[in-house]
């Protein structure tokens, strides 16, 4: 399809155009978390199946969309961003807490937000995958933005004098799979555990990088 459709302008039933569009997306993204994430997914989901279940024409889904995979991806970014809202939030009301219970305050806002919707994590961990170049390059580029928050968190430990002076980025790169890989397993039914056992192990992990053995406390900071 060369484009999308040109939508219509003016205002209609006390709505602007801009709102009647923002509405008609938020819709299609709606009904594509509930069909790509639980069933029938996004491989056997149809643009005239996608249509009806947002309540809308396949007209209108073309006048936002071009194709099934721009709105994966955009639920995709969607998701993620609840996630970040959360954590940045829970980062910030912890910023004057001691390291462990800050550390604890932002994976409980993390896998809390991802956690609350099986749907959530079915986009970000298994409908994402293999489905294209573009979305892999998207799905790394955001995985790399969590990998630039634990960096920085991490740097900001070391500077207060509560974690270990290093490059902390290999060491994050490696944390971020153990998060996504047990959240999703737990999510799955395959770890026999409370969330807040899960979030305590990860707690746990995280503590280990940033204080490795044979490390303490500079008396100076």
């Known amino acids: 399809m060369p484009g999308r459709l040109k939508a219509p302008t003016g205002r209609y039933a006390g709505k602007t155009a801009e709102e009647r569009q923002a509405e008609r997306r938020r819709r299609f993204l709606d009904a594509a978390l509930r069909m790509f994430g639980d ?10 199946a996608l249509s009806e279940a947002a309540g809308l024409s396949t007209r209108q889904f073309y006048e936002e969309f071009r194709t099934l995979e721009d709105v994966l991806a955009a639920l995709h970014l969607q998701v ?7 954590v940045l939030k ?16 932002i994976f409980h806002a993390y896998a809390g937000n991802v956690t609350a919707d099986p749907r959530r994590i079915r986009i970000t961990f298994v409908e994402i995958i293999g ?5 892999e390059q998207q799905r790394l580029q955001r995985r ?14 070391a500077e207060r004098g509560e ?4 490059d902390y980025r290999l060491a994050a790169t490696g944390f971020i799979g153990s998060v996504n890989g047990l959240l999703h397993d737990w999510s799955a039914g395959w770890v026999a555990a409370t969330l ?3 979030v305590e192990e990860l707690v746990r992990q995280l503590l280990g990088i940033l204080r490795p053995p044979g490390w303490s406390p500079d008396p100076t900071t």
């Open 163 to 166: 974690a270990a002076a290093r």
């Open 131 to 135: 489905v294209s170049p573009r979305l």
């Open 90 to 105: 829970a980062a910030a009301d912890a910023a004057d807490l001691p390291l462990v219970e800050r550390a604890a305050a």
């Open 39 to 48: 069933s029938p997914g996004y491989r056997s989901t149809t643009v005239a």
């Open 144 to 157: 790399a933005r969590w990998i630039d928050l634990i960096v920085a968190e991490a740097q900001a430990a």
């Open 80 to 86: 993620n961003d609840w996630a970040e809202e959360a």
């Open 196 to 198: 807040d056992e899960v």
